[in-house]
Nanobody, 124 residues
Framework: QVQLVESGGGLVQSGGSLRLSCASS????????MGWFRRAPGKDREFVATISWSGGDTLYADSVKGRFTISRDNAKNTVYLQMNSLKPEDTAVYYC?????????????????WGQGTQVTVSS
């Protein structure tokens, strides 16, 4: 059973930074597109960022563009989300997701495996 385990969430003041990590147990990690999504209280899940298997292609939601950076280390089976200039509206549970042999995408159903999520809370 493939597992994705997120870490790095927490409480931060507005304007601060956090780096989320997502460690994968899958042998297919290096050929998986990876994505980050989030769900804020009372809202639907939304796309945040995605990265191709090689790391050469990325895509961001307009709401985080210029503030968040997705990256990956295939040697460590880990994908990261560096979040800078955080705002209270970034408060949400953040989930990483994997699409083995898939193309990077902002479409949640394209992802087959999901982590359990990590809470990010930004205070004003």
């Amino acid at each position: 059973q493939v597992q994705l385990v997120e870490s790095g969430g927490g409480l931060v003041q507005s304007g601060g930074s956090l780096r989320l990590s997502c460690a994968s147990s899958a042998r297919t990690f290096s050929v998986s597109a990876m994505g980050w999504f989030r769900r804020a209280p009372g809202k639907d899940r939304e796309f945040v960022a995605t990265i191709s298997w090689s790391g050469g292609d990325t895509l961001y939601a307009d709401s985080v563009k210029g503030r968040f950076t997705i990256s990956r280390d295939n040697a460590k089976n880990t994908v990261y989300l560096q979040m800078n200039s955080l705002k209270p509206e970034d408060t949400a549970v953040y989930y990483c997701a994997a699409a083995p042999f898939g193309r990077y995408s902002n479409y949640a159903p394209a992802y087959e495996v999901w982590g359990q999520g990590t809470q990010v809370t930004v205070s004003s």
